[in-house]
């Protein structure tokens, strides 16, 4: 679910700094996701904590951006914020998503991914002015940085299969939104996949991609903030409740971009402290 909401936002944030090799960003991202979903994790140490909770705040940020820029487009920034305050109160009163139900807004995801990429290699493309241009390496790595954190599994869940198949997922739809928008265009797109759906004369699907934008964000942000919670702040309490305001205040007025770049540089710590982990064990095995 993470991973289709940012979809939602994060391919134009890195089509603005990589044009066409946005997609050579999502594939460094995936196989390091691949890597990563080997390496054991995180332990309870304050460096991992703070590492592994800030990251998901940033996501959190981002999540809850992508919620308010398509569901809310009047008032992204309020909506994006009443979101986080919402998810964590639901999970101060205990409310918990039945995983049946997880389950079910998956396939759902999934389908509407399949549905997507179908559509849109089945509309010819408006023929794109320039070429490929030479490969920005920073913009490359700031993609990846992007959608790293999203792409990453989270302790319990099936490892490098489910990495293998997300990041199949992640390339096919970056493949076919570059294909029908252009760099340029999806660059400079805020909701990326409404101007898809018009490039492919799709218009008339734009209230199901509400829907759709729905189910990709609000039980992702609620998971992984409780997630985030039970992981790096079991006790709950006060700093639970004083990062829950943080986040929403971010989500409101914290530039997309920003909280990208916060959740990639997140991840990337993460990994580090994880492959110290693997290392530490690897010595006293």
Request: proline share 6%; hydrophobic share 60%.
């Amino acid at each position: 679910m993470r991973l289709a909401g940012a979809l939602l936002v994060t391919l134009a944030a890195g089509a603005a700094g990589a044009g066409y090799w946005v997609l050579a960003g999502v594939v460094l991202a995936a196989l390091a996701a691949a890597c990563g979903s080997r390496l054991p994790a995180l332990g309870g140490d304050p460096a991992g904590r703070i590492a592994g909770g800030l990251s998901r705040l940033a996501q959190i940020v981002v999540l809850a951006q992508a919620f308010g820029a398509y569901v809310f487009p009047a008032q992204p920034g309020y909506a994006a914020a009443a979101l986080v305050v919402f998810v964590a109160a639901a999970d101060f009163a205990g409310l918990r998503l039945p995983d049946l139900l997880v389950t079910w807004v998956l396939g759902v995801l999934l389908a509407a991914a399949a549905v997507l990429v179908a559509m849109c290699l089945a509309v010819a493309p408006v023929s794109q002015t320039g070429g490929i241009g030479t490969p920005p390496a920073a913009g490359i790595v700031v993609a990846a940085l992007f959608l790293l954190p999203f792409l990453l599994p989270e302790p319990g869940e099936r490892g490098t299969g489910r990495a293998f198949v997300l990041s199949l997922v992640a390339v096919a739809v970056t493949a076919v939104t570059l294909l029908q928008l252009g760099p340029v265009r999806l660059g400079l797109s805020g909701t990326a996949m409404r101007d898809l759906l018009s490039a492919a004369d799709a218009g008339q699907l734009q209230p199901l991609l509400t829907v759709i934008a729905v189910l990709a964000t609000l039980p992702a942000v609620f998971t992984t903030f409780v997630g985030a919670r039970q992981r790096f702040a079991p006790s709950g309490g006060a700093p639970v409740a004083v990062a829950a305001l943080l986040a929403a205040a971010a989500a409101a007025f914290v530039p997309l971009s920003a909280a990208l770049l916060a959740a990639g540089l997140g991840a990337v710590a993460e990994l580090l402290l994880r492959v110290r982990i693997r290392r530490y064990r690897g010595v006293h095995d």
